[in-house]
């Protein structure tokens, strides 16, 4: 169905930035709302952020609220996850997802999801 790739990690210094990437082709782009998730080594996926269809509505997790910021522009069919100020607990593999319906809230939730991207490891290390 929708393939998603997400793409821009790497590896940076504490207190560094890194932007991720998330397209997708095709006419419908605009029709999905987007999630980033996370997953680090032997710890369940945690959402970090969605947008909404138009980039009206957004949400973030806890804990990168402040530092990370998302945004889409659907001329480009690309959703964007600006990382700054990262810490070593941001390290996971990183995760864009897309679905047709915009829930609020439960955008923080993975089943609500219908199209994964392959993921993109972030590294925060000295």
């Known amino acids: 169905q929708l393939q998603l790739v997400d793409s821009g990690g790497g590896l940076v210094q504490p207190g560094g930035s890194l932007r991720l990437s998330c397209a997708a082709s095709?006419?419908?782009?605009?029709?999905?709302?987007i999630g980033w998730f996370r997953q680090a080594p032997g710890k369940e996926r945690e959402a970090v952020s969605c947008?909404?269809?138009?980039?009206?509505?957004?949400n973030y997790e806890n804990s990168v609220k402040g530092r990370f910021t998302i945004s889409r522009d659907n001329a480009k069919n690309t959703v964007y996850l600006q990382m700054n100020n990262l810490k070593p607990e941001d390290t996971a593999v990183y995760y864009c997802?897309?679905?047709?319906?915009?829930?609020?809230?439960?955008?923080?939730?993975?089943?609500?999801?219908?199209?994964w991207g392959q993921g993109t490891q972030v590294t925060v290390s000295s």
């Open positions: 095709g006419f419908t782009w605009r029709h999905y709302a």
């Open positions: 947008i909404s269809h138009n980039g009206g509505a957004t």
């Open positions: 997802a897309a679905t047709p319906t915009w829930y609020g809230s439960g955008c923080n939730d993975p089943s609500n999801y219908d199209s």
